[in-house]
């Protein structure tokens, strides 16, 4: 529930809640439970449409992080993101054409950190609702990384960066 997400907000030391848009992949999502409480996250939030975090295929990829962190399920977009702003959480999103990257923002301020769909990511209607776009730069040709891979390159450079 939001409730158990924002009391351990106040607890954690890693002040990122993830959001996760239209994840369909159970595994992805078990792997990204797995690697938010490796991390120290609040909690992860996700929405209507995505993937069952609480399924076979993904609480065996979650290795059990699925009972063990707050998790809301089957949220609305917007819903989340007006939450985040009364939550004075920096919405903050992941595209490929976005100038900052991941490196060079401020990790140790209060993140909403959103994920798109792993085939569509976020719309651009849904990007002009997020505070801060990031980039993980990769090397040419390469189009993406892998949902969960992504997640958890960003979430330790987070955990490094907001404890230093």
């Known amino acids: ?6 009391t351990r907000l ?3 030391r890693l002040s990122i ?11 992805n999502l078990g792997a990204i439970l ?7 996250a609040a909690g992860v939030i996700v929405s209507k449409d995505s993937a069952d975090a609480f399924s076979p295929k993904s ?4 290795m059990g992080a699925a009972f063990r962190l707050p998790i809301l399920e089957n949220a609305d977009f917007v819903d989340v993101l007006l939450w985040a702003k009364n ?3 920096t919405s903050t999103a992941t595209t490929a054409s976005a100038a900052n990257s991941y490196v060079e923002i401020d990790w140790k301020i209060p993140r909403l ?3 798109g769909s792993e085939a569509h990511g976020l719309n651009d209607s849904e990007m ?5 776009a990031i980039s993980i730069p990769m090397e040419n040709k390469v189009e993406s990384l892998n949902l969960a891979v992504s997640a958890g390159v960003i979430l330790f450079e987070a955990k490094q960066n907001a404890n230093d």
């Open 59 to 62: 609480l065996r990829a979650s």
């Open 10 to 12: 106040r607890t954690v």
């Open 87 to 89: 939550a004075n959480l």
């Open 128 to 132: 002009e609702l997020i505070d801060e």
């Open 17 to 27: 809640v993830i959001f996760l848009k239209a994840i369909n992949n159970p595994s």
């Open 34 to 40: 797995r690697t938010a409480e490796a991390a120290g």
């Open 113 to 115: 950190l959103v994920f």
């Open 1 to 6: 529930s939001l409730t158990s997400i924002e």
